[in-house]
């Protein structure tokens, strides 16, 4: 289920290195306690879920999944809600070169609604990564190959799919 074991976390805006982490119970309540005086954001995400950590903007689609707390010594905060949204797209990718070796690569994705932060990440030549249900764009580059572009992507909440890419030598 949703509740089973659902990480909680509170980030210092401070010190964004710093996460404290708690878990909601199966009824989805949480306490996050021996926090210090500060401003904190509080997201949770389970992945295997649907709902990915929305720490990088490009996973970011509903800013209810964070709120904002100000902690104050000796004071208990209260009811903090977090709302996850929808659920994420699975996008299932393979790459290989022409002769259908399998390539190791670094990824690019840019959201058409964010092309200012892109979101860059190393993948193996086979995996499965959520994927926000928004409009975007992705990008694959190996060393020795051409870069790979997609044309725009835009998958559907809960929504499997798959990307086969065939990258090409670079002429030297």
Known sequence: SLHDALPIY?????????????????????VLSDLPPGTFSIHAYKESAGYPDTFFSFFAIDERAWRRVQVEAGCATGDVVLELGPKYAVLKLSIKDQRGTPLDAGLTFTRVDDPQRPYSVGSNSSM???????PFRLQIQAKGYELWRSGLIS??????????????HARS
């Open 128 to 134: 499965e990564l959520l994927v926000p249900p928004v």
């Open 155 to 168: 998958p559907s909440s809960g929504e499997t799919f798959s990307i086969a890419a065939r990258l090409k």
């Open 10 to 30: 509170a980030v210092d805006d401070n010190d964004m290195r710093r996460r404290i982490k708690t878990t909601a119970d199966t009824n989805g309540r949480f």
